[in-house]
């Protein structure tokens, strides 16, 4: 089984930055493409970025493109998330999500208990 664990959040002033790590652990050769997630107060939880198993391909949201970094270290069987220039509206609950090789892309196998991340003006 498979155990997603996020770390590196908290509050921040608006402009400012943080980087959110994700580290797997249990059955990680199991584990295809990784993801961030998050949940905005009162809001359904929305896609933030994927990378491949290789770290070789991102994808991004619109709304945090040219801001937002992931990144993978397999040696360490961690995703990185490094935020920058942090709106008020990126305060939500961001969850790490990673995959089983050939699955759907929009389906994710395991996940974090999420992190709050909070950004004031």
């Known amino acids: 089984q498979v155990n997603v664990v996020e770390s590196g959040g908290g509050s921040v002033q608006a402009g400012g930055s943080l980087r959110l790590s994700c580290t797997a652990s249990?059955?990680?050769?199991?584990?295809?493409?990784m993801a961030w997630f998050r949940q905005p107060p009162g809001q359904a939880r929305e896609f933030v970025a994927r990378v491949s198993r290789s770290g070789g391909i991102t994808v991004y949201a619109d709304s945090v493109k040219g801001r937002f970094t992931i990144s993978r270290d397999n040696g360490k069987n961690t995703v990185y998330l490094q935020m920058n220039n942090l709106k008020p509206e990126d305060t939500a609950v961001y969850y790490c999500a990673a995959a089983r090789p050939f699955t759907p892309t929009e389906q994710y196998r395991y996940w974090g208990q999420g992190i709050q991340v909070t950004v004031s003006s």
């Open positions: 249990g059955g990680t050769s199991g584990i295809d493409r």
